[in-house]
């Protein structure tokens, strides 16, 4: 099951409490206005108006900016909350005649009603090969999978493939997730060790170009065996 799920259906429900409780709060109004203009079967249609405008406003306007919110959806999703910044260290890839080994900065946000992954694969160097996006993903708790494509230009930018990713179950939010990605025109699959960045300095050190090939290297000796 899909833990996003749950985000609609939190919307629904309180879509139609918020219309309830409207509809409740404006019946006096409502039997005012009947009897104002002599037609008390008018009453149903006020009632009707309210309620329909109270789940409009509730589920097009108030909700989806309260969903925008990251920390929101973190409650919402406790245990399950994937998003942020992740590093993913791969098993050495063959590019251009030679073994490359490949690093990737993902990050994972929730982009109109779905989840979104980018990111850019560094060279154990530090130096970016290809930035990716995903074409869709799909999230059957704790197994994420999506496809991947490539944008802008670079020694892998006619990588593409379908990556599959299985959170590490914590006492917390995930930290860590392994898989495998299938790469179109590779025979093997390579599999995939990743890790959440939590410290912002951590993300600091990604930003700076003279510390990323350090910060890259322990990456690397620290997730592949």
């Known amino acids: 099951m899909d833990p996003y799920d749950r985000l609609q259906k939190i919307r629904t429900v309180l879509a139609a409490a918020s219309a309830a409780i409207l509809t409740a709060l404006i019946e006096p109004l409502a039997g005012q206005l009947g009897e104002q203009i002599s037609n008390v079967g008018a009453i149903p249609t006020v009632q009707i108006l309210a309620a329909v405008i109270g789940w409009a406003t509730i589920s097009v306007l108030i909700l989806p900016l309260v969903e925008s919110s990251k920390y929101y959806r973190r409650v919402v999703l406790g245990r399950k909350f994937i998003e942020g910044v992740w590093i993913t260290v791969a098993t050495p890839i063959e590019l251009e005649h030679k073994t490359e080994q490949t690093v990737e900065v993902l990050e994972i946000d929730w982009v109109d009603t779905r989840l979104c992954l980018t990111g850019t694969v560094y060279s154990k160097e530090g130096a ?20 991947v494509e490539d944008v802008g230009a670079g020694p892998l930018a006619s990588m593409e493939g379908l990556a599959e990713m299985h959170f590490h179950k914590r006492d917390g939010v995930p930290l860590r997730f392994s898989g495998h990605f299938d790469h179109v025109g590779m025979k093997n699959a390579h599999s995939i060790e990743g890790i959440k960045i939590t410290r912002h300095r951590d993300r600091k050190l990604l ?19």
């Not at 090939?213 to 997730?223: G, H, M, S, V």
Request: charged content about 40%; hydrophobic content about 40%.
């Open 207 to 225: 930003d700076d170009k003279a510390k990323r090939r350090e910060f890259i290297a322990l990456q690397i000796d620290e997730n592949i065996p």
């Open 128 to 147: 970016k090969l290809a930035r990716f996006r995903s074409r869709f993903s799909k999230l059957e708790w704790p197994i994420l999978n999506h496809q």
